[in-house]
DNA sequence: CGCAAAGTTTGCAGAGCATGCAAGAATTGC
DNA sequence: GCAATTCTTGCATGCTCTGCAAACTTTGCG
């Protein structure tokens, strides 16, 4: 997780970064996101407000720390396992999302916490879905080019839409049912059943 | 499409609204929509600035004038139809969705523009994808009504989301294809093409 | 018609967001 | 240890959006 040969200048760029997200989240979980401002969360994490911009476009932005492309070493690997038909390949995809998700549970909380917010917070839901919507356009570009096809055919691009969308449905229901997110629970169960319902209402 | 029992004040607000959407529009083509401001747009259309936060609550949403939710006489039709199977329902809710687009045709140059706006300038895209999610919302619950079932459920979702992801998918190729929206140019193709990759996908 | 109630437009003030720029501080590589 | 590079910060500025109150318009009713 922590990269090696950084020097210090990167290793606090980091730190930094992930200060001003935390304390972000910390108080609109507190306060509510409409209720602080920019001036606030850079005051929390000790950086001048200037600062803030320097890490993160705009106030949204700092509550989405995530990978916003599908990482380059997953598309590789996924690429490489060869032609297939687009079922096998939506197959794929989805045991590939299934896997980086138990792979990445630190980030859970954080998760549960911005999936929770974004059902209150009208900005915080946009935010949340053009960001979703580009590791989609990732994601569907790795397909298009382990099928063989051009990024612009319609085939990937369903194929990603339909595995985020059983992702983002279990995340969405996760958030809502499970109020406080304890230690040991994962989302993962509730985007397994939102899998399954989606082959139900394909191949019944 | 013209309310009958409207006064002069109902007519003056409907048009004023209009105009502004309007006015936006053809700046937003004309500039880009980053280059454009509210100011501008106001004077465009003739209405103070404060005027134009009367009728839109920020400039994204200026561009987007239709409906946010299905419309109630189509979703208690729909409703009415009867229970059915989930994979029943699913094609009666992408067979409403193409009926009402070929309704609409007025829009559809403003439709294209929208889309096409979307695809360089991230900010529509955000709002425009919210825009879409409160219409996936409300058709869900016409969805889970009539299946009888809760709206938190997730197959209603599901549903939504996939005959949504067809529309999505149509109107963005659509708007990608056909650079200029000639008459007579229908992103109905489009979308009708997408629905049956998607079935593709699921039964084959 | 005429008048009171309700709704609409506008200006003004003010908070907050976001960006460019330049000066100063810290880190890096040599 | 020094020059180049990168990072932080303050300042100035322009734009977005809201609340409030005054002026104006429409409406409904006597």
């Known amino acids: 997780m922590t990269p090696q040969g950084e020097g210090l200048r990167d290793r606090r760029r980091r ?3 992930l200060e001003i997200h935390r304390a972000a989240l910390r108080l609109a979980r507190k306060h ?3 209720k602080i401002t920019v001036d606030m969360i850079s005051a929390e994490s ?3 407000p200037r600062t803030f911009f320097n890490y993160f476009p705009n106030k949204e932005a700092a509550l989405l720390l995530g990978p916003t492309e599908l990482p380059s070493a997953l598309a590789a690997e996924f690429v490489a396992a060869g032609t ?3 079922r096998e390949v939506l197959a794929d995809v989805t045991r590939l999302l299934l896997r980086e998700m138990a792979d990445n549970s630190p980030e859970r909380a954080t998760m549960h916490d911005v999936f929770a917010l ?3 917070h009208p900005p915080i839901h946009a935010a949340l879905l053009a960001r979703i919507e580009g590791f989609q356009k990732s994601l569907a570009d790795a397909v298009a080019q382990r099928m063989g096809q051009r990024p612009e055919d319609e085939m990937p691009s369903l194929i990603a839409a339909l595995a985020l969308t059983a992702v983002r449905t279990g995340l969405e229901r996760w958030s809502r049912e499970v109020p406080q997110s304890a230690e040991n629970d994962s989302p993962i169960p509730y985007v397994e059943r939102a899998m399954e319902l989606l082959r139900t209402l394909s191949a019944d």
Do not use: M
Request: negative net charge; glycine residues 14%; aromatic residues 6%.
């Open 15 to 17: 730190e930094t970064r």
């Open 32 to 34: 509510g996101f409409d």
């Open 46 to 48: 000790g950086v001048s």
């Open 84 to 86: 297939a038909s687009p």
């Open 118 to 120: 974004a059902q209150t």
